[in-house]
């Protein structure tokens, strides 16, 4: 495996669980983004994980970044910047003292995947490895990113 092969896999796997933890947001979080998303009226926050693990199962041989990222935008209505302004700018304890969802740290792990899409679209091989070296070091509010990796598998 290159390492622009491993650099799409692990992106696979980042968007999958941004766009996944994306769909946990309700109005309250951030009502612009959450307007613009296609989650008001949908059964998308309900049944996210399945259809981000579907995408992800069903773009396993997509090499471009750019088409693996429309698989989901297209679905929740949102970017990948979109998933960074939400969890970054967006209200996420909701009175609380701890994320249950979103917040920074989705907001790093978004941004990680921003960069890796740019690293991989312009074969900055520096870049990707960096941020393979990144990856499984980014948290989520629970944890490490990469223990929702086993959360991806196909069938």
């Known amino acids: 495996m290159t390492q622009r092969d491993e650099a799409i896999e692990i992106y696979r ?7 996944r933890e994306l769909g946990a947001m309700r109005a309250e979080n951030h009502e ?3 307007q613009k998303s296609s989650l008001p009226g949908s059964e998308l926050a309900r049944d996210r994980k399945d259809i981000a693990r ?3 199962c ?3 041989f997509e090499s ?5 990222e429309a698989s989901y935008s297209h679905v929740w209505g949102l970017s990948l910047e979109d998933a960074l302004d939400a969890f970054r700018d967006g209200d996420w304890l909701l009175g609380g003292r701890k994320y249950s ?3 920074q740290k989705w907001a790093a792990i978004a941004d990680a995947a921003i960069r890796l899409r740019t690293a991989i679209k312009s074969d900055d091989q520096v870049a990707m490895l960096a941020l393979l070296d990144e990856v499984p070091l980014l948290t989520h509010n629970n944890g490490p990113l990469t223990d929702k990796f086993r959360e991806l598998i196909c069938p």
């Open 58 to 60: 069903g773009t396993r």
């Open 54 to 56: 579907r995408i992800y």
């Open 101 to 103: 969802f979103g917040g």
């Open 13 to 19: 796997k980042v968007i999958s669980l941004v766009y």
């Open 32 to 34: 612009v983004l959450h």
């Open 64 to 68: 471009d970044p750019h088409r693996l």
